[in-house]
């Protein structure tokens, strides 16, 4: 067991790991107990009643952050001739065919997101072994195999964020900053699950989503009741 730092078991100690606590509890406590000195990423991790297995149970998705998530992702975009242009101007940060597919099948991953027309997926299905594991392939699913390269690259740099539940069942996201309002977390937060819970497969069994934690880069991770969120965005709204 790695060892824990005394602000990571300072800020433990203000967490009872047998309370599910309410969606704005979570984040406050969140936000209090971001043990870096950076900006801290705040993020949920889902348990999921699903066989990720069958088919019919793959749970993925996307959902574009009411507030952002408080990063610029850093998006790149398989595509030629007038796509790869209209790739530049939308902001993508690296456009190009063969020779940008050739750049990732040597290893080059550092990037958040990336697109292609669907005229290059016969070619960029090939980096499934690179981009497959890491969650960055393309799919029409999520909007990032399209001819509108513009809005793809758009709602990704402005907070579209995907999710996809592992082979374990379980499914994380980010909603955002340690430096957020509580407002502007939960309604992140509310966002996102609203998808999740929308993607419910029909043939799930059981309470679909089994267990619930937040926590920020670095933190103690805080038990959630995920049932409680509708009521708490009505009365911020209110």
């Known amino acids: ?28 406590l969140a936000k209090e107990t971001a043990t870096v000195k950076y900006d801290a990423t705040v993020e949920v991790a889902f348990r999921l009643s699903v066989d990720p297995r069958k088919a019919d149970q793959m749970v993925r998705g996307t959902v574009n952050l009411p507030n952002g998530t ?6 790149i975009v ?28 040597g290893g080059y991953t550092d990037f958040d997101a990336a697109v292609a027309t669907p005229d290059l997926m ?15 392939m393309p799919n029409p699913k999520t909007g990032t195999v399209t001819m509108d390269v513009t809005k793809a690259v758009s709602d990704i740099k ?42 419910k497969p029909s043939s799930a069994k059981g309470r679909y ?20 969120t509708t009521k708490i965005v009505e009365e911020l709204s209110a």
């Open 158 to 199: 402005g907070g579209k964020i995907e999710f996809r539940v592992d082979k374990h069942a379980n499914l994380h996201f980010i909603i955002g900053k340690s430096s957020f309002s509580e407002a502007q977390l939960l309604e992140n937060y509310a966002a996102a699950l609203e998808e999740v819970l929308r993607l």
């Open 122 to 136: 016969g070619k960029v299905g090939r980096l499934g072994k690179v981009l497959g594991p890491r969650g960055l």
């Open 70 to 75: 408080g990063k610029t992702a850093k998006v």
């Open 1 to 28: 067991m790695a060892k824990r730092s005394k602000a990571y078991l300072a800020a433990a100690e203000k967490i009872d790991s047998t309370t599910l606590y309410s969606p704005l509890e979570a984040i406050r």
């Open 78 to 105: 398989f595509a030629n001739a007038a796509k790869a242009e209209e790739a530049r101007a939308a902001g993508a940060d690296e456009v190009g065919g063969d020779e940008l597919i050739e750049k990732v099948a």
């Open 209 to 228: 989503i089994s267990k619930a934690t937040m926590t920020t880069t670095m933190g103690p991770g805080i038990p959630l009741d995920q049932s409680k």
